[in-house]
């Protein structure tokens, strides 16, 4: 006899069969009504239900029943039981090492481990390994007894092959998964002293591709388009004098919503391509590494801790990119390296805690003169974070970078533009045109940021940041930059999924006394113009529709927008559709 039955293998590690086997009249006294079965569906589901439950490792193969704990010597199917895992080695019994030998069994949980015995004969015998002639009779018995049950787990293992077949024929990769997400934003703008009051809808859509090679690593490939243009507008700006003055500048980077990072036309491109793969040394001691080639930035493996508000310029988080994170992050970005390590030594003291380092550069693919990875712009970043008492999660963080030429400071490694975040005086300087070059010889940065957020019921989550930054115009002087902020979310709000979220804050500003100087129009000369900081507050709604859809409406207000005293408010108001698959 070659072969006894011919089924396809099902991987079930029953833990209630060898008594069954030993004692045929357990098989008649396990016998359970049809209606237990009354539909395909259930049938499988029991099934199922019983095979993740007596799944086992096969590394914990059990080789003796004295492994099992709560089997006794003295039961009254011990030697049965015994023969079977000691000869056959089909029974392997639960996860916890326990056989639960009084528990009851249906007729679907009986055929799942027959069927598993049978599989292990089988195999025993294509190996020539000797079968005692009684065992093969009450299997061959007993199968003809649950030949229904035994068929239905034919077929189903027939039609999950089946499954899996198309799947790998029609699949993109084997490797690679998609992710999308895309949104729809109609946003209404009033700013200066409301002299362009536009309404605008814009998109964005984001399309990333996550490839694995071990399982313990992630590369990274995102495609990116978005329609958005940022407007420009007149205001008046009064000299100490009292003479007014009106200038024509790009819109402060203040009124900036996340979807507006990309500008294309809707031509797409690829913004970001980065590899992650870690090492383990042990429970308590892990090591990351991020290596982006484009796009990288130092939130993409280091913890900002503000919860709710923060999705990466993503479609779930804050409106506004002020609101996202603290802006130390926004100095550099680009191609470089990251690494982060967990301190489990210090687990004891400040809980989970971890050390992260990164050196990322925005000129890296440039190799003119005084660009490349090193001699353009650039910047390192370090942050320890820790985990106190699982209560309250805080971040300290340093970073020195330089920036070549009309670069913005915030601007995550964007040798042109106004920056993602602070005024543009922040971002360019103090002196000369606001719509030149303030830094000629470019600036070096020193930055020094923390941040904390803390839960103090279910449901309710507070954060704050806060950085101070002393920026070296090189050749013409130091300046001193500032920026703080504060936010409470409220998670689940009437619905799961659903976040209000209120944040409010300063935005980068130069922190330069009590004026600074712009030029007269016309003149070739410069005037001192009296300042006020960017306030900036924010209130939104993320309303989830469904696990794919969310809408988000939100306002955004800010109080001296270019940091210029008397040229009024701004106000952003927001209703973002947020498509994700």
């Given at each position: 006899m070659s072969k006894l039955i011919q089924w396809k293998?099902?991987?079930?590690?029953?833990?209630?069969?060898?008594?069954?086997?030993?004692?045929?009249?357990?098989?008649?006294?396990?016998?359970?009504?049809?209606?237990?079965?009354?539909?395909?569906?259930?049938?499988?589901?029991?099934?199922?239900?019983?095979?993740?439950?007596?799944?086992?490792?096969?590394?914990?193969?059990?080789?003796?029943?004295?492994?099992?704990?709560?089997?006794?010597?003295?039961?009254?199917?011990?030697?049965?039981?015994?023969?079977?895992?000691?000869?056959?080695g089909c029974i392997v019994g639960y996860p916890d090492r326990t056989f639960r030998g009084n528990r009851a069994l249906t007729r679907w949980e009986f055929a799942a481990g027959l069927n598993a015995c049978i599989n292990t004969v089988e195999r025993l015998i294509q190996e020539n390994v000797a079968v005692l002639k009684q065992d093969i009779d009450k299997l061959k018995r007993l199968a003809k007894e649950f030949e229904s049950e035994l068929a239905a787990l034919g077929a189903r293992v027939d039609n999950l092959e089946g499954r899996v077949s198309f799947l790998e024929d029609h699949q993109f990769s084997t490797?690679?998964?998609?992710?999308?997400?895309?949104?729809?934003?109609?946003?209404?703008?009033?700013?200066?002293?409301?002299?362009?009051?536009?309404?605008?809808?814009?998109d964005r859509v984001r399309l990333r591709f996550n490839t694995s090679f071990s399982g313990k690593d992630l590369l990274v490939t995102r495609l990116a388009a978005g329609n958005a243009v940022n407007s420009t507008y007149d205001y008046t700006a009064f000299?100490?004098?009292?003479?007014?003055?009106?200038?024509?500048?790009?819109?402060?980077?203040?009124?900036?919503?996340?979807?507006?990072?990309?500008?294309?036309?809707?031509?797409?491109?690829?913004?970001?391509?980065?590899?992650?793969?870690?090492?383990d040394f042990g429970q308590s001691a892990k090591f990351d590494v991020y290596i982006p080639a484009t796009g990288g930035l130092f939130d993409d493996f280091i913890p900002t801790i503000n919860p709710y508000f923060y999705d990466a310029d993503g479609g779930q988080g804050s409106l506004s990119t002020f609101s996202q994170m603290n802006p130390i992050y926004r100095?550099?970005?680009?191609?470089?390296?990251?690494?982060?390590?967990?301190?489990?030594?210090?687990?004891?003291?400040?809980?989970?805690?971890?050390?992260?380092?990164?050196?990322?550069?925005?000129?890296?693919?440039?190799?003119?003169?005084?660009?490349?990875?090193?001699?353009?712009?650039?910047?390192?970043?370090?942050?320890?974070?820790?985990?106190?008492?699982?209560?309250?999660?805080?971040?300290?963080?340093?970073?020195?970078?330089?920036?070549?030429?009309?670069?913005?400071?915030?601007?995550s490694g964007g040798?042109?533009?106004?920056?993602?975040?602070?005024?543009?005086?922040?971002?360019?300087?103090?002196?000369?045109?606001?719509?030149g070059v303030a830094d000629p010889n470019g600036k070096q940065t020193n930055a020094y940021g923390v941040q904390a957020a803390i839960k103090p019921f279910d449901g309710i989550s507070l954060s704050a940041f806060g950085t101070y930054a002393n920026v070296t115009r090189i050749g013409i002087g130091d300046n001193d930059l500032w920026t703080y902020g504060a936010g409470i979310a409220f998670?689940?709000?009437?619905?799961?999924?659903?976040?209000?979220?209120?944040?409010?804050?300063?935005?980068?500003?130069?922190?330069?006394?009590?004026?600074?100087?712009?030029?007269?129009?016309?003149?070739?000369?410069?005037?001192?113009?009296?300042?006020?900081?960017?306030?900036?507050?924010?209130?939104?709604?993320?309303?989830?529709?469904?696990?794919?859809?969310?809408?988000?409406?939100?306002?955004?207000?800010?109080?001296?927008?270019?940091?210029?005293q008397n040229v009024g408010s701004a106000i952003v108001g927001s209703l973002r559709g947020t498509f994700s698959f």
């Open positions: 293998s099902l991987l079930v590690a029953p833990a209630l069969l060898g008594t069954t086997l030993a004692l045929s009249s357990v098989a008649h006294a396990a016998d359970a009504p049809s209606k237990e079965a009354t539909t395909q569906a259930s049938t499988i589901g029991q099934i199922e239900n019983y095979s993740n439950e007596g799944l086992n490792n096969s590394a914990e193969q059990v080789t003796s029943v004295s492994e099992l704990k709560d089997v006794q010597p003295t039961e009254w199917a011990f030697e049965a039981l015994r023969s079977l895992v000691e000869r056959y490797t690679t998964k998609l992710q999308g997400e895309v949104i729809f934003a109609p946003t209404w703008t009033t700013n200066g002293n409301f002299n362009n009051n536009q309404a605008t809808f814009q000299s100490n004098t009292g003479r007014a003055q009106t200038f024509t500048v790009p819109s402060p980077a203040t009124l900036t919503q996340t979807w507006q990072n990309t500008q294309t036309n809707n031509s797409v491109n690829v913004d970001w391509i980065a590899y992650y793969t870690s090492f100095i550099g970005g680009g191609a470089g390296i990251g690494f982060s390590y967990r301190l489990g030594f210090l687990d004891s003291i400040l809980g989970a805690s971890s050390l992260s380092v990164g050196y990322l550069s925005g000129t890296a693919a440039n190799p003119n003169q005084g660009q490349g990875l090193f001699n353009g712009n650039s910047a390192i970043l370090a942050q320890v974070n820790a985990n106190a008492f699982d209560f309250i999660n805080f971040g300290v963080t340093y970073s020195n970078s330089y920036s070549v030429s009309g670069s913005p400071l915030f601007g040798v042109t533009g106004a920056g993602l975040v602070g005024t543009e005086l922040a971002n360019l300087g103090s002196t000369g045109s606001l719509a998670a689940d709000l009437f619905k799961q999924g659903n976040v209000l979220g209120i944040f409010a804050g300063v935005q980068p500003y130069l922190g330069v006394g009590n004026s600074i100087y712009l030029p007269n129009v016309g003149t070739g000369t410069y005037a001192p113009v009296r300042t006020q900081n960017p306030i900036s507050v924010e209130a939104f709604y993320k309303y989830q529709v469904t696990d794919n859809i969310s809408v988000t409406p939100g306002v955004q207000w800010i109080q001296n927008p270019s940091q210029l």
